[in-house]
């Protein structure tokens, strides 16, 4: 009979069944809450470590069939997914009061769309109802405020800096208090200072993710950065082309040597969708063309690889670096971007949307791991 379980008896049921991701047992990491038990229904919650997680499905199906398994036959069972996007679990010297993950999107040159992968990343993050936040570290070429359509200049508060919010996103950059097509001429010491200030004095609140866009390169704000917090993981944005791959190699020996974690890298640019183009901005002919799919010699044909194929995949495979996923070349992505609505890419139109949602929740999955197995490395004191 159902009402001489117990809770102990679902637990004992569950033990085994893992998060495929973390590779640890769902009751060890503490995943399954409010366990009710009633006449003929056994009911319960399994709490992810992000919303996000690209194997709810997976997870919820095994806890299922372990429960039908082990479990008096005839017991109604009702899973409830939820999720808790986890920090590393332990403070640390240096950590931003309230935010859980910080997470650094760069790259080891210009010209690969980093500021444009770190904004969708941030809106990607928040579709899945995690509280996210944007920040700017780009000091010479701000270019968040113009992509995420964010204007205003940031008021104070006491000594608290209040961020720009615009669609759900917290935002502070340098391009909120410059006015327009204004240089920034400043050294070093100026760009830590800075870079303290958007961090110590802004009032960010309660965040699931701070995602900071990096300048490109491997100059002062990384070093800055690892000096002045703990880091949860870095994400390396390049293009298949090898000069971009040398550069993205040594941004990714930069974090090493920093103790930053790389949590992956993206590559963007991937390749162009002819069907996709034609579909989208052809003409009769040419979308009456795109439907018919017999007009393609081979399968993939519709594919054109600009710069080269599967280039960061390899590159990531060599270095020993997860690889989050490909961008297509897209030129809803650019018009998105030079209109202040990039969040637009995550309308269920957008042909790069299912690479964007698919390159986020890879993304949360290796920040979840990286928690978990690895608790962050502590804010750097010298650098040899």
């Known amino acids: 009979m159902a009402t001489s379980l117990t809770e102990r008896d679902v637990l004992n049921a569950l033990k085994g069944v893992k998060d495929p991701d973390l590779g640890r047992d769902l009751v060890d990491l503490g995943m399954i809450k409010d366990v009710r038990i009633s006449e003929g229904s056994v009911a319960l919650v399994v709490n992810l470590t992000t919303p996000a997680c690209p194997l709810k499905a997976k997870i919820e199906h095994d806890v299922r069939t372990a429960l039908e398994a082990r479990l008096p036959a005839g017991l109604t069972i009702q899973i409830s997914m939820t999720a808790d996007v986890r920090g590393k679990g332990v403070s640390e010297s240096g950590d931003i009061p309230g935010v859980k993950n910080v997470i650094a999107v760069g790259s080891g040159k210009g010209g690969v769309g980093k500021s444009t992968m770190a904004a969708l990343i941030a809106h990607g993050l928040k579709s899945y109802g995690s509280k996210v936040g944007l920040m700017d570290a780009d000091v010479y070429g701000p270019s968040v405020p113009h992509l995420v359509g964010a204007t205003g200049r940031p008021m104070a508060i006491g000594d608290r800096i209040q961020p720009i919010e615009t669609a759900g996103l917290k935002l502070m950059s340098m391009g909120f208090l410059l006015e327009p097509d204004r240089a920034v001429v400043m050294r070093g010491p100026m760009l830590h200072g800075i870079m303290n200030q958007f961090l110590r004095q802004v009032e960010w609140g309660a965040l699931d993710y701070l995602v900071i866009d990096l300048p490109p390169g491997t100059g002062d704000v990384p070093l800055t950065l690892a000096q002045a917090l703990p880091l949860t993981g870095a994400v390396v944005v390049c293009t298949p082309q090898e000069v971009a791959l040398l550069d993205a190699s040594r941004a990714i020996a930069m974090f090493r040597q920093l103790k930053v974690p790389v949590l992956g890298m993206i590559e963007n640019m991937s390749f162009f969708d002819v069907l996709a183009y034609l579909r989208e901005r052809g003409g009769p002919e040419a979308r009456k063309l795109a439907a018919s799919r017999a007009s ?75 928690n978990i197995k690895t608790p962050k490395m502590p804010k750097l004191e010298v650098i040899a």
């Open 296 to 370: 393609f010699d081979e399968p993939g044909d519709e594919r054109v690889y600009l710069f080269g194929r599967g280039g960061a995949r390899r590159k990531a495979e060599q270095l020993g670096v997860p690889f989050l996923g490909e961008v297509p070349l897209n030129i809803g992505v650019r018009e998105d971007g030079d209109l202040g609505k990039i969040d637009h890419v995550f309308d269920a139109s957008s042909p790069s949307r299912p690479y964007m949602l698919a390159i986020v929740e890879q993304l949360a999955a290796q920040i979840s791991i990286q």
